[in-house]
Nanobody, 115 residues
Framework: VQLQASGGGLVQAGGSLRLSCKASGINAAITPMGWYRQAPGKQRELVASITGGGGSTYYTDSVKGRFTISKDNIRRTLYLQMNSLNAEDTAVYYC?????????WGQGTLVTVSS
């Protein structure tokens, strides 16, 4: 299993970014996936998750209404559309896929929001 995240960068407050996570070695259609983030000096937290079929999603309160998680099971790619970014969103973002009791992680992509 490999997860390759991309799409991070530097953006001004109020701007948008879209993160992508290309998965290989998994059946994306039946595997729930999620995005986590870790800000400097803080623990890694779950930002958003989506079921295998994409029919159900979860968002942490701080990103509700601003972030949208989605997945393209044909392309085996997970997305995180992030709008109205603020300084508190600055973090390294990781994609995650739990499979058979093991958590698989992407390498992380840095999002920096300048105020």
């Amino acid at each position: 299993v490999q997860l390759q995240a991309s799409g991070g960068g530097l953006v001004q407050a109020g701007g948008s970014l879209r993160l992508s996570c290309k998965a290989s070695g998994i059946n994306a259609a039946i595997t729930p996936m999620g995005w986590y983030r870790q800000a400097p000096g803080k623990q890694r937290e779950l930002v958003a998750s989506i079921t295998g079929g994409g029919g159900s999603t979860y968002y942490t309160d701080s990103v509700k209404g601003r972030f949208t998680i989605s997945k393209d099971n044909i392309r085996r790619t997970l997305y995180l559309q992030m709008n109205s970014l603020n300084a508190e969103d600055t973090a390294v973002y990781y994609c995650n896929a739990p499979l058979r009791g093991t958590d698989f992680w992407g390498q992380g992509t840095l999002v920096t929001v300048s105020s």
